[in-house]
Every structure is written in structure tokens, then in C-alpha cells.
């Protein structure tokens, strides 16, 4: 069954260092999002993707965060200098199309700042 | 404001039992859809079951039922004869159709099945 996979599972860095995590959305699913969850606190939306561009980004996604679909199939996430508040689960998610159709989520990438 | 509220941070069940995890929603958009995930511990997140707004019918994936109140704007998540590897959060979440479809979620439940 394909999935969503996140590379890597955990990635450690230090303060102001800049980070790129990726993914790979489904083959054919059309729609990308972001989302983070601090440890023990709720999931959060970052940035959604779309025809190779930007759809919606909250408020979280500020001018540190950029993604970029460099290839047609990877996904990535870019820090340009973490802060100690960006270690979270970072969960890429993707779907197909449509209104109803479900977010399928990649494992996720732990990130630890320093 | 659309919001997704569960109010049980953490539940203890018999295993074999079945359990409901409470799930209330806020919403003024006609057209959205609600969603329920599973968290292990080992952090991924996995898709349960979907309802959408219209559906007439409560969604059921095998040992996993939503019980959709429109009206009293809930979405429990049922699981039946529950099983030791349910244990994991359970997170509700809203798909939010007027905008690129981002999902909204709730604080999440901590399930603990006990032998």
C-alpha cells in the first residue's frame, strides 16, 4: 500500500543552524501540507501545497520556513535558523484531490534544537 | 471560530471493553469534515475514520464507529472489544473546507487498555 515516508525519523541540530526535512508524498496525490506538534500539546498546521505553490500558511510559517517540491516527488521543509521552540514532530501529510478525500501522514521527523 | 474540543486527556479501559472517546466540534461552515488518528507511542499518525457533514449515515471501519450527532455538533469515536495495542492517543480532527483544507485539531486522548 503506498505511503508517505519522512527523511529523517530524528534529526539534531544546533540554535541558528538550518535544517531541511523531507518527504515523499503519495505518488499521486496533488495537495502537500506541513504540520508540527510540540511535545504534548496539539498538532498544528504550518503550510499547505498545491500546483507548486503555496495555497495557505498560518501564522506559525513565518519568513524562517520554506518549502519546495525541487523534483516532482520530493517535499521539503526548510528552517534557515532554528530556535530552541522549533523542536517538534514535523508531520508531512498528503492527498489525492477533491473534498472529501483524506490527509494520509508520512511518520514524521523529529527535530531537536540545541 | 472553528475549533475541535475533546475533553478526556486520558482514559483507562478493560480489555475487551468497548470505549468512547468525546470529540465536539465548532463550526458556522455547512461543508466540513471530521476525522479521527491514532498516535502510538512510537509517533506516527494514523488515519482512523472519516465523516463528512453530509453523510447521512455514521462511518464505520471495521472495530472503529463514529457516532455523528450534527445537531449536538460531536463525533465520539467508538472502538469495540478493544485490544491492548489500542493504546495511543487519539486525536479528533476537523477538515476546514473553505480553506485549502487544513486540518484543525483537538488536544488528543490518552487510551490505556488494561489485561
Known amino acids: 500500500e503506498p505511503e508517505v515516508t519522512q527523511t529523517p525519523s530524528h534529526q539534531v541540530t544546533q540554535m541558528g543552524q538550518e535544517v531541511i526535512l523531507r518527504c515523499v508524498p503519495i505518488s499521486n496525490h496533488l495537495y502537500f501540507y506541513w504540520y508540527r506538534q510540540i511535545l504534548g500539546q496539539k498538532v498544528e498546521f504550518l503550510v499547505s501545497?498545491?500546483?507548486?505553490?503555496?495555497?495557505?500558511k498560518s501564522e506559525i510559517f513565518d519568513d524562517q520556513f520554506s518549502v519546495e517540491r525541487p523534483d516532482g516527488s520530493n517535499f521539503t521543509l526548510k528552517i534557515r535558523s532554528t530556535k530552541l521552540e522549533d523542536s517538534a514532530m514535523y508531520f508531512c501529510?498528503?492527498?489525492?484531490?477533491?473534498?472529501?478525500?483524506?490527509?494520509?501522514f508520512g511518520p514524521g521527523t523529529r527535530l531537536t534544537v540545541l | 471560530a472553528q475549533k475541535i474540543t475533546q475533553t478526556q486527556p486520558g482514559m483507562f479501559v478493560q480489555e475487551k471493553e468497548a470505549v468512547t472517546l468525546d470529540c465536539t466540534y465548532d463550526?458556522?461552515?455547512?461543508?466540513?469534515?471530521l476525522f479521527w488518528y491514532k498516535q502510538p507511542s512510537s509517533g506516527e499518525m494514523i488515519f482512523l475514520i472519516y465523516q463528512g457533514s453530509y453523510d447521512q449515515q455514521n462511518a464505520t471501519e471495521g472495530r472503529y464507529s463514529l457516532n455523528f450527532q450534527k445537531a449536538r455538533k460531536s463525533a465520539n469515536l467508538v472502538i469495540s472489544a478493544s485490544q491492548l495495542g489500542d493504546s495511543a492517543m487519539y486525536f479528533c480532527a476537523m477538515r476546514v473546507m473553505d480553506s485549502n483544507y487544513q486540518l484543525i485539531w483537538g488536544a488528543g486522548t490518552k487510551l490505556i487498555i488494561k489485561p
Open positions: 501545497f498545491y500546483n507548486n505553490e503555496i495555497s495557505e
Open positions: 463550526t458556522s461552515d455547512p461543508s466540513y469534515g
Open positions: 501529510a498528503s492527498r489525492i484531490s477533491g473534498a472529501t478525500d483524506t490527509q494520509y
